[in-house]
């Protein structure tokens, strides 16, 4: 008999580099490149000392931001995943009403007229059998 080999491993994401996964290393990329960014659009501020203390702490907060967010697990799942359930909990109404719809108008006598037809053929026939 053949052995039968089955995949393992299956909910695992490997690692990359650093011990680390591609998502991980995608989001720390991506908080790096934020940051650089507000640093060079930040230069307008000024040669002066309080110019670059803001630089540092705007750079500072998005790189942090970013490695909470690649980083941190909540319940086993990222944190970029619940953020798509906390956006889906405040865009879906809260309270939901409901409307019966009304139906087209439509003579009520024909509704009637072909349920007491139905009923008048039944018992016809169940009268024509005794």
Do not use: H
Not at 45 to 51: E, K, S, V
Not at 65 to 75: E, F, G, H, P, R
Not at 122 to 127: D, I, P
Request: proline share 5%.
């Amino acid at each position: 008999m053949q052995k039968e080999e089955f995949p393992t491993f299956l909910n695992e994401q490997p690692t990359i580099m650093f011990g680390r996964t591609m998502r991980e290393l995608l989001v720390i990329a991506i908080g790096c490149t934020l940051a650089f960014m507000s640093w060079q659009n930040l230069a307008g501020l000024g040669p002066g000392g309080g110019a670059v203390v803001i630089k540092i702490i705007a750079a500072a907060l998005l790189i942090i931001a970013s490695l909470i967010v690649a980083l941190v697990k909540v319940a086993g799942r990222p944190l970029e995943d619940w953020a798509f359930v906390l956006a889906f909990y405040f865009l879906t109404p809260k309270v939901y009403i409901y409307m019966q719809q009304q139906e087209k108008d439509e003579p009520d006598v024909d509704d009637g007229s072909q349920v007491v037809q139905r009923q008048s053929n039944t018992q016809s026939a169940l009268n024509e059998d005794y």
